[in-house]
């Protein structure tokens, strides 16, 4: 059974609450969550780069890093990531290497979204995997986090 656009909306909070989270550490407000098969939470994670000095600490990243010792698998399947900005190159490429199937994001990443916007690497069928993106849930309140972080670091 698929996921109700309510429980996108539930998880979403999850999300946001570590977008929120990353914003003490400098970081940009990127959060996400890992949902598990039967609808449980199973890792949560947020931009690290600048508290880990680490190029690759986005939230996708921590996230599928923690589900996966959760499960203590690298392949994700069933799995739902949500986030709450369209992922990048990056983070999709590690979205289809984990097998997961469904990504759910928040606001659209005009210069760097790989899940629809610049690219569409998460539904490309010349990729030996695939996975179905559901984008702009809570779109407002996912751009607005990132449009205030930037407004107060540009002055």
């Known amino acids: 059974m698929l996921p109700t656009p309510e429980r996108y909306r539930d998880w979403m909070s999850v999300a946001l609450a570590e977008a929120r989270a990353a914003v003490l550490t400098g970081d940009v407000p990127v959060g996400?969550?890992?949902?598990?098969?039967?609808?449980?939470?199973?890792?949560?994670?947020?931009?690290?780069?600048?508290?880990?000095?680490?190029?690759?600490?986005?939230?996708?990243?921590t996230a599928i890093r923690a589900a996966a010792k959760v499960l203590g698998d690298w392949q994700l399947p069933g799995c739902t990531l949500v986030v709450t900005l369209e992922?990048?190159?990056m983070c999709a490429g590690a979205i289809l290497a984990a097998r997961i199937p469904l990504v759910?994001?928040?606001?659209?990443?005009e210069k760097?979204?790989?899940?629809?916007?610049?690219?569409?690497?998460?539904?490309d069928r010349r990729l030996p995997?695939?996975?179905?993106?559901?984008?702009?849930?809570r779109e407002t309140e996912c751009a607005e986090l990132l449009t205030t972080f930037f407004e107060g670091h540009r002055g």
């Open 104 to 109: 759910v994001f928040g606001a659209w990443d």
């Open 129 to 137: 995997g695939r996975a179905d993106v559901v984008g702009g849930v």
């Open 32 to 61: 996400a969550v890992v949902i598990g098969p039967g609808g449980e939470y199973l890792s949560t994670g947020r931009n690290a780069r600048e508290a880990w000095d680490d190029p690759t600490a986005h939230a996708e990243i």
């Open 87 to 89: 992922p990048c190159a």
């Open 112 to 123: 760097a979204g790989a899940a629809g916007s610049v690219y569409d690497l998460l539904r």
